[in-house]
T-cell receptor
Framework: AQKVTQAQTEISVVEKEDVTLDCVYETRDTTYYLFWYKQPPSGELVFLIRRNSFDEQNEISGRYSWNFQKSTSSFNFTITASQVVDSAVYFCALIIDYAGGTSYGKLTFGQGTILTVHP | DGGITQSPKYLFRKEGQNVTLSCEQNLNHDAMYWYRQDPGQGLRLIYYSQIVNDFQKGDIAEGYSVSREKKESFPLTVTSAQKNPTAFYLC????????????FGNGTRLTVT
């Protein structure tokens, strides 16, 4: 069975601090995708990034960066120079290839990390 | 604007009553999903549908039912058999294909007393 662990339940920082959200996953499959979603107070989950298991390149998008390390089964998310608008719940999720490319949508989510950025 | 619309945002029901949550998408996505979110538990999959007139149970389907008569619509009924129905319900859709990102609606918060 798959599992995603976000050990940090809540993180509180002051604006302009850097913050890293941890994500550790477990799966026996070699083909999978990892995702990060942001859930602001309005409720909807906003897709941030997708990474497949064969691509370990780190990615940077503005103030956001992601570090994928298969050796430690981790997919950590760093926000540089945090802002109040970054306050949200962040979810890491995993999907494995159940049936040769038809297993889309059956994501396994972590419990989420509540990030609060104070002015 | 393309997106997913869930209605209503807040729903209150008495115990023993069935209730239907609406989900409509205009993204032309083939697949649609229902997730349940409880505090501290992440999201859990209730039902999903890959094509019209077909759907499969997720991890926590007991006490729920769905239909997929149109590509755009995927309503969820919470029946009286669901033991703990009070939760935040999120509908999502995606293009066909492994690893396609899900697009979520704003959610419906259901309270049953």
């Amino acid at each position: 069975a798959q599992k995603v662990t976000q050990a940090q339940t809540e993180i509180s920082v002051v604006e302009k601090e850097d913050v890293t959200l941890d994500c550790v996953y477990e799966t026996r499959d070699t083909t999978y995708y990892l995702f990060w979603y942001k859930q602001p107070p309005s409720g909807e989950l906003v897709f941030l990034i997708r990474r497949n298991s064969f691509d370990e390149q780190n990615e940077i998008s503005g103030r956001y960066s992601w570090n994928f390390q298969k050796s430690t089964s981790s997919f950590n998310f760093t926000i540089t120079a945090s802002q109040v608008v970054d306050s949200a719940v962040y979810f890491c999720a995993l999907i494995i290839d159940y049936a040769g490319g038809t297993s889309y949508g059956k994501l396994t989510f972590g419990q989420g990390t509540i990030l609060t950025v104070h002015p | 604007d393309g997106g997913i619309t869930q209605s209503p945002k807040y729903l209150f029901r008495k115990e023993g009553q069935n209730v239907t949550l609406s989900c409509e998408q205009n993204l032309n996505h083939d697949a649609m999903y229902w997730y349940r979110q409880d505090p501290g538990q992440g999201l859990r999959l209730i039902y999903y549908s890959q094509i019209v007139n077909d759907f499969q149970k997720g991890d926590i389907a007991e006490g729920y039912s769905v239909s997929r008569e149109k590509k755009e619509s995927f309503p969820l009924t919470v029946t009286s058999a669901q033991k703990n129905p009070t939760a935040f319900y999120l509908c999502a859709s995606s293009m066909a294909g492994f690893g396609s990102p899900l697009h979520f609606g704003n959610g419906t918060r259901l309270t049953v007393t």
